[in-house]
């Protein structure tokens, strides 16, 4: 269709506004929806678009494209990178096409052809704004077909660009059991990058790279955000150079992180960007998190029924798979109302710890006589669902697997490398191994009515190189992470039904790459509610509560050693996709009804908890948290207000629920079924004496723009909080 000299994409109060003319595409505006522009209001939009002329610049004003590059007076990071034996280094890429259109389901989608002549590539870069306000960018990389010799990309990154407002950056650290920490920094002049390097995105993954006002919270602020939907290596940078970026102030972008020599191009050969999703918001923090989940919410793949209440054998038996306890382990879950259970590591060949059998996976004749359909089918004969735990991309050097394919193993023809948690690297992208992996995935899945996959991946990928014809090291996380989206894909096909868990060590592959591919995430191995408060609270940032796996664990967590209450763990774990990893054989009666009581809460609130929005306060004490979910209409939620430390103050005092419409009617009372919290006073605030007995009537504007004083709770001590409209419509 005839596309106009400037196209806008609007969609959920948010435009991109981009200018088709000249050598090369720019974006005018992105941010903040303009309205329907008239020519006029374009003409005026591209008017402000031209920048100075600056001492010691170019002759001509600066622009930055949507394909930026030296030749239009970029000193940044250029689009694409690359060269053929060192040369064709300086890519001119000019516009050869475009394509416009509106989506279905709102939204609208913008194609831009490129040609560069120097590197002798053609360049489709797809900017699609969906209902949400998210948009998805994502460019293709084709040799031309004329093109004399191998073009080796050494980098492509996709940018938007900022306004001098946006002058703050948040974005993630972590490590094994504290993943996605929360870092602030200005931002200053010049470039702040982040390159992950473990052949996943990893614990201190950056997660999603936010630029905003200074001093932007969850509930305020203007912000930008983007996220690498990527599973291998990756790479986010913003850059603000002294001159500026155009009449923009800098540049938000990202990619894959390439190796040297790992993606190199011959005629017709084509290589495509992850996807990388920008977003912006007006409302803080919990504005953006609402578009993330918006736009996860609409996919055709996402998951539609109630999401089942879990129980993982891990932290119940460990390696200590008997058959009769397995069993019983299962009546208790089916008791206290759980919905799936999965038993974890320990059941194949020769895993009876965890430095050997990774590899093989076939069950364990020696500890499963029978293989597992004893427990399978006393599972589903309970009605619940069965998992399994794998580590398909794993291998123990002393696995049957091992010693019979040594070709497999990733890693230097030299000699392999580091071991890591006694295991390395099965090099997927090998056909043979691939092929291998998915007829022992099908069968299982197959022969024992597998519901679930909990897929771990618990090393980095160090020294990831694998063999040529001619016994060169070539890098391999690029061909790793390909071969593990086919299989995940193609396991799927196959068992339509099949849901799968991405887990690695924990946290450390959580992005929308692989999430288009599975159903859920295991956001920490850490079940310490006093770690998990944020840990939930910042991977909720990006996936929203149904995707999120949230265990109750034991008294004493296992990863930890630190001793919280029953009623702090378990209110926890409520927002989530909720879970046990505890051995309900040795609870008491008493436990065993609370966590019934739970569960049954849990079932309750589900509804709310997975079609909600997700909203976070900006408290004064850190050590005090009020986060929640609230229905679409602002009418119903459920709150958690959580403190894990003492404070200097003594009152809480007054704290805004967040996202309830300010002009209706709610009625409000305190859950204590799971148990009264432990509070710092003698008397608690009226209101919350009054409604830990019955409903409490309250003004919209009262609880929204006033606020409750909050009890003062002793450390380690969560509150749960429910409102329902008073006048229900």
């Given at each position: 269709m005839d596309v106009p000299n400037v196209v806008q994409l609007r969609a959920a109060g948010t435009a991109v506004v981009v200018e088709l003319t000249g050598t090369v595409p720019r974006v005018l505006h992105w941010g903040e929806d303009l309205g329907e522009l008239s020519d006029d209001g374009c003409a005026a939009l591209l008017l402000s678009a031209e920048a100075s002329v600056l001492n010691n610049a170019p002759d001509v004003p600066r622009r930055f494209s949507v394909w930026p590059t030296e030749a239009e007076g970029w000193s940044g990071t250029p689009a694409h990178e690359g060269h053929v034996d060192g040369t064709a280094t300086s890519p001119r890429p000019r516009l050869t096409g475009a394509r416009h259109r509106t989506l279905p389901g709102g939204g609208a989608e913008l194609v831009v052809d490129l040609a560069d002549d120097v590197s002798g590539l053609d360049i489709v870069l797809t900017y699609r704004l969906d209902a949400s306000g998210v948009l998805a960018v994502d460019a293709a990389l084709t040799r031309t077909a004329g093109g004399a010799g191998r073009y080796q990309v050494a980098g492509v990154s996709t940018f938007l660009p900022l306004p001098g407002r946006a002058a703050e950056l948040l974005d993630f650290t972590g490590k094994w059991c504290r993943e996605r920490a929360p870092q602030r920094r200005p931002l200053d002049f010049g470039g702040y990058a982040r390159e992950i390097r473990r052949g996943k995105p990893g614990p201190d993954s950056p997660y999603l790279l936010v630029a905003g006002v200074p001093g932007f919270r969850f509930r305020t602020g203007e912000v930008w955000g983007v996220h690498v939907a990527w599973s291998g290596n990756q790479r986010y940078l913003v850059e603000r150079p002294p001159e500026g970026a155009g009449v923009h102030a800098s540049a938000l972008g990202g990619g894959e992180l390439l190796r040297p020599g790992e993606i190199a191009l011959g005629p017709g050969e084509t290589y495509r960007t992850p996807v990388c999703y920008f977003a912006w918001s007006d409302g803080g923090l919990d504005g953006l998190a609402g578009r993330f989940h918006d736009l996860l919410?609409?996919?055709?793949?996402?998951?539609?029924?109630?999401?089942?209440?879990?129980?993982?054998?891990?932290?119940?038996?460990?390696?200590?798979?008997?058959?009769?306890?397995?069993?019983?382990?299962?009546?208790?879950?089916?008791?206290?109302?759980?919905?799936?259970?999965?038993?974890?590591?320990?059941?194949?060949?020769?895993?009876?710890?965890?430095?050997?059998?990774?590899?093989?996976?076939?069950?364990?004749?020696?500890?499963?006589?029978?293989?597992?359909?004893?427990?399978?089918?006393?599972?589903?004969?309970?009605?619940?669902?069965?998992?399994?735990?794998?580590?398909?991309?794993?291998?123990?050097?002393?696995?049957?697997?091992?010693?019979?394919?040594?070709?497999?193993?990733?890693?230097?023809?030299?000699?392999?490398?580091?071991?890591?948690?006694?295991?390395?690297?099965?090099?997927?992208?090998?056909?043979?191994?691939?092929?291998?992996?998915?007829?022992?995935?099908?069968?299982?899945?197959?022969?024992?009515?597998?519901?679930?996959?909990?897929?771990?991946?618990?090393?980095?990928?160090?020294?990831?190189?694998?063999?040529?014809?001619?016994?060169?090291?070539?890098?391999?996380?690029?061909?790793?992470?390909?071969?593990?989206?086919?299989?995940?894909?193609?396991?799927?096909?196959?068992?339509?039904?099949?849901?799968?868990?991405?887990?690695?060590?924990?946290?450390?592959?959580?992005?929308?790459?692989?999430?288009?591919?599975?159903?859920?995430?295991?956001?920490?191995?850490?079940?310490?509610?006093?770690?998990?408060?944020?840990?939930?609270?910042?991977?909720?940032?990006?996936?929203?509560?149904?995707?999120?796996?949230?265990?109750?664990?034991?008294?004493?967590?296992?990863?930890?050693?630190?001793?919280?209450?029953?009623?702090?763990?378990?209110?926890?774990?409520?927002?989530?996709?909720?879970?046990i990893e505890q051995d309900l054989t040795r609870c008491s009666a008493e436990e065993l009804g609370?966590?019934?009581?739970?569960?049954?809460?849990?079932?309750?609130?589900?509804?709310?908890?997975?079609?909600?929005?997700?909203?976070?306060?900006?408290?004064?004490?850190?050590?005090?948290?009020?986060?929640?979910?609230?229905?679409?209409?602002?009418?119903?939620?459920?709150?958690?207000?959580?403190?894990?430390?003492?404070?200097?103050?003594?009152?809480?005092?007054?704290?805004?629920?967040?996202?309830?419409?300010?002009?209706?009617?709610?009625?409000?009372?305190?859950?204590?079924?799971?148990?009264?919290?432990?509070?710092?006073?003698?008397?608690?605030?009226?209101?919350?004496?009054?409604?830990?007995?019955?409903w409490v009537p309250f003004p919209g504007a009262v609880l929204a723009r006033a606020g409750l004083p909050m009890p003062t709770l002793d450390p380690q001590q969560a509150m749960l909080i429910e409102v329902r409209p008073a006048d229900p419509r």
């Open positions: 919410r609409a996919r055709p793949q996402h998951p539609a029924r109630p999401r089942p209440l879990t129980l993982n054998t891990w932290e119940a038996v460990y390696f200590d798979h008997d058959l009769e306890r397995l069993l019983a382990l299962a009546d208790r879950a089916a008791e206290v109302g759980v919905e799936r259970v999965v038993l974890d590591d320990g059941w194949f060949r020769g895993r009876r710890d965890d430095t050997a059998g990774l590899g093989d996976w076939f069950v364990d004749e020696n500890v499963w006589p029978n293989g597992l359909a004893p427990l399978a089918d006393h599972v589903h004969g309970l009605g619940m669902e069965f998992g399994l735990w794998v580590e398909p991309e794993m291998v123990n050097l002393g696995s049957e697997l091992a010693r019979a394919h040594p070709d497999w193993v990733l890693g230097p023809a030299s000699g392999l490398g580091l071991g890591f948690r006694h295991q390395y690297v099965l090099n997927i992208a090998a056909e043979e191994a691939w092929a291998y992996l998915l007829d022992r995935l099908d069968t299982l899945v197959g022969r024992y009515s597998i519901d679930y996959l909990k897929w771990d991946h618990n090393r980095d990928l160090l020294e990831a190189v694998f063999g040529d014809a001619g016994g060169a090291n070539r890098p391999a996380v690029h061909a790793q992470t390909t071969a593990l989206y086919r299989l995940l894909d193609t396991l799927k096909t196959r068992h339509p039904a099949l849901e799968i868990e991405t887990c690695a060590a924990g946290g450390g592959r959580i992005d929308l790459g692989i999430l288009a591919r599975t159903d859920r995430v295991w956001a920490s191995d850490c079940n310490d509610p006093v770690e998990r408060q944020a840990i939930q609270r910042w991977t909720g940032q990006l996936i929203p509560p149904e995707l999120i796996g949230s265990h109750v664990g034991a008294e004493q967590a296992h990863t930890t050693g630190r001793l919280t209450s029953a009623s702090f763990r378990l209110a926890t774990a409520l927002f989530g996709h909720a879970g609370r966590m019934a009581a739970w569960a049954a809460m849990y079932r309750e609130f589900r509804p709310l908890l997975h079609q909600g929005r997700v909203v976070r306060a900006d408290t004064e004490d850190e050590a005090t948290l009020l986060h929640g979910v609230v229905s679409r209409d602002g009418t119903d939620a459920l709150y958690c207000w959580a403190r894990t430390v003492t404070s200097a103050a003594g009152q809480s005092g007054r704290v805004r629920l967040p996202g309830l419409a300010p002009d209706r009617d709610h009625v409000v009372r305190i859950r204590t079924d799971l148990g009264p919290p432990s509070m710092h006073h003698i008397a608690a605030p009226a209101w919350a004496d009054r409604a830990m007995r019955d």
